[in-house]
């Protein structure tokens, strides 16, 4: 009996200790995403690169009238994820213009060539946290 409890403490432990670093993975994913999506939007005046806004469950449709981009990964290291999921958006008109090639800055988009390129991203993410 006390080897099975000690498995199941020892189970309990490396769920525990596996969450957390989900928690951190997912937290380290969306601000390389959030990082590349302000990295590749187009500028003109900069204030679509400064309107990628942080949703924590839901989809944050405010705008700004500024000009500097916000440092969102304060704000999404902040989030208990806890199956929550973070909705990094822009809302301003123009955007979906913007994502469908518009821009001569970003004629392929910029969410759709950002997706592309995440998987390395979260492989490297799992190795350094050493969940792969």
Do not use: C, H
């Not at 469908?100 to 800055?105: C, E, I, L, V």
Request: aromatic share 8%; proline share 4%.
């Amino acid at each position: 009996m006390a080897n099975n409890n000690q498995f199941r403490n020892s189970f309990a432990k490396r769920i525990d200790k596996s969450k957390g670093k989900f928690d951190l993975f997912f937290k380290k994913f969306v601000v390389e995403v959030d990082t590349r999506l302000v990295s590749k939007s187009p500028v003109d005046t900069g204030r679509f690169k400064a309107n990628w806004m942080v949703g924590n469950g839901v989809v944050n449709s405010a705008t700004t009238q500024s000009l500097s981009p916000a440092n969102n990964s304060q704000e999404i290291n902040s989030i208990k994820v806890n199956g929550q999921i973070i909705y990094l958006s822009n809302s301003l008109p123009y955007a979906g213009e913007l994502e469908r090639g518009s821009s001569k800055q970003a004629p392929q988009g910029i969410a759709r060539l950002t997706i592309i390129e995440m998987q390395p991203v979260a492989n490297k993410i799992g190795a350094e946290l050493r969940l792969l």
